[in-house]
């Protein structure tokens, strides 16, 4: 009986079979099979990923409207906090001192004892509010400048002139003797004291405000 001799391996045969040229053409197929697979999920995830942005640029659009063109913080119902009403009179002390206090008609009517006059502080707090709105909110424009400029800062010098007039620390006083202030380059008036209002507005403005200190002695005269 003979015996068969079985054909001698293929050497350019894979394991399925295939030789050649199209062996290589299907392991690279193969391959970049691998490769694709986990990317089928991807349209999911990019979805998913502008999903999330999209909130998010809502959540940060939507805290940005509420700085710039939400309703403006009151002094007269201010927090009964000492904190929240400090950082309110900081914020405020800074405008005046950047913007407010830069025209002449402002400066000559705002009276050192300003932080005395709840009224007068409100006015303030608006003023800023509505610059701020007008030069840098989301719906800032000209057309707010322009307004800002020619009606609201001239009403609220008006106003101010009308209802406090010639009103002084002394004024404020109980004690006698006390100097008049000498006139000097525009400043904030009475930021020594800023913190002592602000904790009395917190805590007691229905009590008589603490008094004044010697006028003499404050850096920012009149």
């Known amino acids: 009986m003979s015996s ?17 040229p199209v062996a290589g053409l299907a392991r690279l197929v193969d391959s970049l099979r691998r490769d694709i697979d986990p990317l089928t999920t ?7 990923l502008a999903e999330v942005l999209a909130r998010l640029s809502e959540t940060v659009a939507s805290i940005a409207t509420r700085r710039n063109a939400g309703p403006a913080p009151t002094w007269l119902l201010a927090p009964a906090n ?17 913007i407010y206090l830069r025209y002449p008609d ?28 007008a030069y840098q909110g989301p719906a800032a424009s000209v057309a707010l400048a322009g307004d800002w400029h020619d009606r609201q800062r001239p009403g609220v010098v ?11 620390v002394e004024r404020h006083q109980t004690r006698g003797g006390r100097p008049p202030l000498t006139a000097t380059a525009p400043a904030v008036p009475a930021l020594e004291q800023l913190a002592e209002i602000a904790a009395w507005w917190a805590t007691a403005r229905d009590s008589a405000p603490p008094e004044p200190t010697d006028p003499s002695a404050n850096g920012a005269h009149r």
């Open 4 to 20: 068969t001799t079985p054909p001698p391996p293929n050497p350019g045969a894979g394991e399925d079979g295939w030789s050649g």
């Open 42 to 48: 991807l349209p999911g995830r990019v979805d998913e």
């Open 82 to 98: 000492p904190d929240d009403t400090t950082n309110l009179l900081d914020d405020l002390t800074a405008w005046l001192g950047a």
């Open 106 to 133: 402002g400066a000559a009517a705002l009276p050192d004892c300003w932080l005395w006059h709840p009224d007068l502080v409100e006015e303030l707090v608006w003023l800023m509010h509505a610059w701020s709105a």
């Open 158 to 168: 008006r106003r101010i002139r009308q209802n406090v007039g010639s009103c002084s």
